[in-house]
């Protein structure tokens, strides 16, 4: 089972996807994807056994280009989360919004 999902995939219907976007808040509040909960890597890290992250949805992670989202997929799926990282990250969804 792949651990990213294809924007084109994603996009579809992203109303079923947790959208959690895990870069800094400066960067959220610069652009996101409409719908994220902003969550920095770390503080997903240190908040996750919180209870914050539904465990009953799919979730979808990102960064700007994938490699902080993939270390948030593989820490969540460690986790038992149904997660996925978005492939290409923000810079992939803003790329297809042209």
């Known amino acids: 089972m792949s651990d990213t999902i294809v924007c084109q995939e994603f996009k579809k219907d992203l109303s079923k996807f947790y959208v959690i ?7 959220y509040k610069k652009e996101h994807i409409k719908g994220a909960v902003n969550l920095s890597l ?27 989202g ?14 996925k990282n978005l492939e290409g990250g923000y810079v992939t969804y803003k790329a297809s919004e042209k």
Request: hydrophobic letters at 35%; a positive charge.
């Open 42 to 68: 770390g503080k997903l890290i240190r908040d996750e056994k919180l209870g914050i992250i539904p465990r009953d949805r799919k979730i979808v992670v990102h960064c700007q280009s994938g490699l902080r």
């Open 70 to 83: 993939s270390i948030a997929q593989k820490f969540l799926a460690d986790k038992g989360y149904d997660v």
């Open 21 to 27: 976007d895990v870069r800094e808040a400066d960067e």
